[in-house]
Nanobody, 129 residues
Framework: QVQLVESGGGLVQPGGSLTLSCAAS????????MAWFRQPPGKEREFVAL????????FYSDSVKVRFTISRDNANNKGYLQMRSLKPEDTAVYYC??????????????????????WGQGTQVTVSS
């Protein structure tokens, strides 16, 4: 069973950048698919990005494609989300998620929070001038 802890959130101006980190412990990180979700105020949790176990495949939501980059460092049990050209609509609590079995090639699966067994506590990102 893996535990996840996010860090790196904060307040940033529109157009700015921020990098979130997800530290994993308690399991073999390289055996888990890792994803980032976010939950804007008053809205449901939504998919942001996913990276395969080896890091060889990545997927993004249309709203963050080009601006965000997901990556992972299996040797150090960490995942990252680099966010650039941030917009006020990116304001949300960002969550790191992991699962050993999710069939992520299906967008229906990878976009569904219920398909992920492990979650961090979330980190707040606020984009505002």
């Amino acid at each position: 069973q893996v535990q996840l802890v996010e860090s790196g959130g904060g307040l940033v101006q529109p157009g700015g950048s921020l990098t979130l980190s997800c530290a994993a412990s308690g399991g073999t990180f390289s055996t888990y698919v890792m994803a980032w979700f976010r939950q804007p105020p008053g809205k449901e949790r939504e998919f942001v990005a996913l990276i395969s176990r080896s890091g060889g495949s990545t997927f993004y939501s249309d709203s963050v494609k080009v601006r965000f980059t997901i990556s992972r460092d299996n040797a150090n049990n960490k995942g990252y989300l680099q966010m650039r050209s941030l917009k006020p609509e990116d304001t949300a609590v960002y969550y790191c998620a992991a699962d050993a079995k999710v069939k992520y090639l299906s967008s229906r699966n990878r976009h569904n929070p219920d398909k992920y067994d492990y979650w961090g506590q979330g980190t707040q990102v606020t984009v505002s001038s």
